[in-house]
């Protein structure tokens, strides 16, 4: 089978405590980037091998050289900047992440996490799948009004760009052998928030557009990859420290979402927050869903047999053929992760190996 699997997973994973105490040592001067570069592989070595001994086919680093699941990437783009994040706020935390900012032209003018992935895979025997942010994490939380004017009097040629520098980062992708890429984008789900929609239209955007905007620019970035790699997105409602940011089903997104050229869907259903699976009814021949429906904000682990019944369940709205099954988001989407254990991390993505197998034969 090719990705994605029916057990998969979203990317992140919690960090050791000794890669945290590395990450602080680093910043705080302690230790030589070439040094740090060292420890990180000895983590994702280890990672690895336990990622493939529960029988996983997807293979992430964990996102473990980065401090956030999508900044460490978004910052690196010519013409972004990092700014303070002015809302809507995660609850049940006081830190909250920052957000990109367009201060120039979007330009991809050197190679971004390239040698990450490269070493990823020379580093599996499984399918090393990498995790971006989607084209619209440039957009989404700070909207028309956190992208410069002055760069960009209108927004046709911000997206345009954007779509450019995506392209040239996915050929630098695909020429180190990527076959299995991920768009992070919880834009998605995030518009099914009418609060949400709200922050949108104060920022200068008509929500009622943005999800087919956001498709047509995902169709744009993707217009030149190699017929052999897979990629997916997954959607959220966000999950910092075990935090999210927003609520609502899919019902007012699902059909321009459905309309970007990807191969899978992971969509978060851990939880009454996303609504029902009716929405899945939209699913284009062809295309997959991976169910989020453990959740990676607790510790307390599902059963097998709520699973099963929630997999059946949302196979009355599209096939049980095209479904697969993962957690709802990563472990850890900033370097000091979930509010969960280690092994509990580990039990979950067992449980997801151990009812694909049940339920489709295979993981």
Not at 23 to 38: C, D, F, K, S
Request: one cysteine or more; a negative charge.
């Amino acid at each position: 089978m090719t990705a994605p699997f029916r057990a998969d997973q979203v990317g992140s994973l919690l960090r050791p405590d000794s890669l945290i105490a590395a990450r602080t040592a680093a910043r705080q001067g302690g230790l030589t980037a070439a040094e740090l570069r060292t420890r990180e592989d000895e983590a994702i070595r280890e990672v690895v091998a336990r990622q493939e001994s529960i029988g996983l086919e997807s293979v992430t680093d964990g996102e473990f050289r980065r401090e956030w699941w999508h900044l460490d990437f978004l910052a690196q783009l010519e013409g972004v900047t990092l700014k303070e994040n002015p809302g809507p706020k995660f609850g049940g935390t006081e830190r909250q992440p920052p957000i990109a900012t367009v201060t120039g032209k979007v330009r991809y003018s050197r190679p971004i996490m390239v040698a990450d992935f490269e070493f990823l895979k020379a580093a599996t025997r499984k399918t090393a799948k990498l995790t971006i942010p989607s084209p619209s994490m440039l957009h989404l939380r700070g909207g028309r009004n956190s992208i410069a004017r002055d760069a960009y009097p209108e927004l046709d040629e911000f997206w345009e760009d954007v779509a450019q520098a995506y392209r040239q980062a996915i050929a630098a992708f695909a020429a180190a052998g990527l076959r299995y890429l991920q768009l992070d984008d919880v834009a998605f789900a995030y518009l099914g928030d009418e609060r949400f929609r709200e922050s949108c239209r104060l920022n200068g955007d008509d929500p009622e557009q943005l999800p087919l905007r956001y498709a047509r620019t995902i169709n744009a970035a993707l217009r030149d990859r190699p017929a052999g790699m897979a990629v997916t997105i997954h959607t959220c409602h966000g999950n910092f420290r075990s935090a999210w940011a927003t609520e609502g089903g899919y019902d007012f997104v699902a059909e321009a979402m459905f309309q970007s050229d990807i191969d899978g869907f992971f969509m978060e259903f851990d939880s009454a927050r996303s609504g029902g699976f009716e929405p899945l009814r939209l699913l284009p021949p062809g295309k997959r869903v991976v169910l989020g429906l453990v959740t990676t904000k607790v510790g307390a682990i599902e059963s097998e047999e709520e699973l099963l019944r929630r997999i059946d369940a949302a196979a009355r709205f599209a096939p049980l053929e095209s479904l697969c099954l993962s957690p709802q988001c990563g472990f850890s989407s900033h370097e000091i992760g979930n509010k969960l254990s280690h092994d509990d991390q580990w039990r979950k993505l067992e449980l997801v190996v151990k009812v694909a197998e049940k339920v489709w034969g295979s993981a």
